[in-house]
């Protein structure tokens, strides 16, 4: 599975942006699929996850409300609206099986400022 996420940039407080991760593979319906994200100075953080054997999706406290994550077999989606300064990071999209994440897009950056 090979992913490619992007749609970062450069938004002000409370705007809203939608990040894209393509997937290639066919196997890829197959795999949990999270987002990540880390700011500066701050460890890597696991914000949003579609995992097979669970209904529903995970989502990180600070996202939770905010943030909306969807797939399809093309690739995974973050909608993320109400951004906050403390959104800024590079975010990660990856593949993988029960907290095992095998495949990692290449991070796209999002920076809130004012």
């Known amino acids: 599975v090979q992913l490619q996420a992007y749609g970062g940039g450069l938004v002000h407080p409370g705007d809203s942006l939608r990040l894209s991760c393509a997937a290639s593979?066919?196997?890829?319906?197959?795999?949990?699929v999270g987002w990540f994200r880390q700011a500066p100075g701050k460890d890597q953080e696991l914000i949003a996850a579609n995992r097979r054997s669970a209904s529903g999706t995970y989502y990180e406290d600070s996202v939770k409300g905010r943030f909306i994550m969807s797939r399809d077999n093309a690739g995974a989606y973050l909608r993320m609206n109400g951004l906050k300064v403390e959104d800024t990071a590079v975010y990660y999209c990856?593949?993988?099986?029960?907290?095992?994440?095998?495949?990692w897009g290449q991070g796209t950056l999002v920076t809130v400022s004012s």
């Open positions: 990856a593949a993988g099986d029960r907290n095992n994440w095998y495949y």
């Open positions: 593979g066919r196997n890829f319906r197959n795999y949990d």
